[in-house]
């Protein structure tokens, strides 16, 4: 049996369900609103505590990798992503998410062969390009002297 492209787009947007683009976008916009507006309150908690500006900015992030790290041990992150889909891949939160999920999926294979060989199987790639891009984007910028 043939099928053609079009017959099969017929038959797969036949069998998909409607998609709720618009619930979609906006609870992805409250919860990546609701986990900025998280990362500010942490700032400001800290600049009230005195730290200096760096110091702030650390320990925000670490702050924000660690309870997205938690939510995710506790199966918590996922529930919330289920619902909010890319308004949780605020890149500290969804960096830390993809850290962890795959740390505890294999952490029975063992430290090294399970956790140590998987944990950056998703975040790895991330990390490369990530450094790749800022050295290339450095050179760029010192070629043409725009720093």
Known sequence: MSVTNAEYKKMTEKASPPSKKIKNCVWAFCVGGFICSLGQALRTLFEY?????????????????????????????????????????????????AVVSPAIEFRQ??????????????????????TIASVLYGLILWIFRLV
């Open 49 to 97: 505590l005195g730290l200096s500006e760096t110091e702030v900015a650390a320990a925000v992030s670490v702050s924000l990798i660690f309870i997205a790290a938690v939510l995710t041990g506790l199966k918590v992150f996922d529930k919330i992503a289920r619902y909010a889909g890319a308004g949780t891949l605020v890149p500290i939160t969804g960096f830390a998410n």
């Open 109 to 130: 294979e063992g430290h090294i062969v399970g956790i140590g060989a998987r944990m950056f199987g998703i975040a790895g790639p991330v990390i490369v390009f990530g």
